[in-house]
């Protein structure tokens, strides 16, 4: 494939993961509550996510989703859950979230679940599968090995995605060391965590109109 139409896939993918969402919240959350350093977790694991998401369009498993209404509405479903779940916990401990982003030992013990939170939210969005199998069609060549094309598109995706992520607990990180008030950082939290309990119930509603 011609490199141009490289740096159009890229452009694509990296556009689409700019819009604000799930992922990009947990991570702009993390950089906030840990700092910059500490969102690379955040980030890894929402770059892993997409990554076996790819793979999973590559391997056709898009097309079992898109047309099994059963799976892909469960799938659906567990994801709106976990969602509307988060943005409620994030709701509760606005607070503690503000407090914990000058403890070192909180930052340290957290890896683990900064990585699990950035790849639950990611991988439970079912829809990221049909995008990409939608996607990588229009980008493969007759005139290349298509195997060889659809890694290096797998492998774009999962960059780009930890590249916005990580961004986006760069901004969060900015945003704390703006050295806000408590009651606005909390604020921004609750914020937060309506927007994820309003991707949650937005997931619903679309199973429900389908």
């Known amino acids: 494939m ?12 990296v556009g689409v993961s700019l819009i604000p969402g799930p992922s990009t919240l947990i991570a702009f959350s993390h950089g906030a509550s840990f700092g910059w350093l500490r969102s690379l977790y955040t980030a890894f694991g929402n770059g892993v996510a997409s990554i076996m998401q ?13 047309n099994s209404a059963t799976l892909f509405i469960a799938i659906k479903y567990a994801g709106a859950a976990y969602l509307v779940y988060v943005g409620i916990q994030m709701w509760r401990s606005a607070a503690h979230r503000v407090s914990l982003g000058s403890n070192k030992d909180a ?12 790849f639950t939210v990611a991988i439970s969005n079912p829809k ?16 290349g090995n298509s195997f060889a094309q659809l890694a290096t598109m797998v492998i774009l995706v999962g960059i780009s995605a930890f590249s916005v992520a990580f961004l986006y607990g760069i901004i969060g990180a900015w945003v704390h060391g703006m050295e806000l008030s408590k009651r606005i950082m909390t604020r921004v ?18 199973g429900n109109n389908q």
Do not use: H
Not at 54 to 66: C, E, P, Q
Not at 107 to 118: E, I, P, V
């Open 107 to 118: 930052k340290q013990n957290q890896t683990g679940r900064l990585f699990m939170s950035g």
């Open 54 to 66: 790819a793979i999973a369009a590559s391997a056709g498993l898009g097309i079992v989703i898109t």
């Open 128 to 143: 990221a599968i049909a995008f990409f199998t939608a996607l990588f069609p229009q980008f493969l060549s007759s005139d």
């Open 2 to 13: 011609d490199f141009r139409y490289w740096i159009i896939f890229v452009a694509t993918v």
């Open 189 to 206: 939290y609750k914020m937060t965590g309506g927007l994820f309990v309003a991707s949650g119930l937005g997931l619903v509603l679309s």
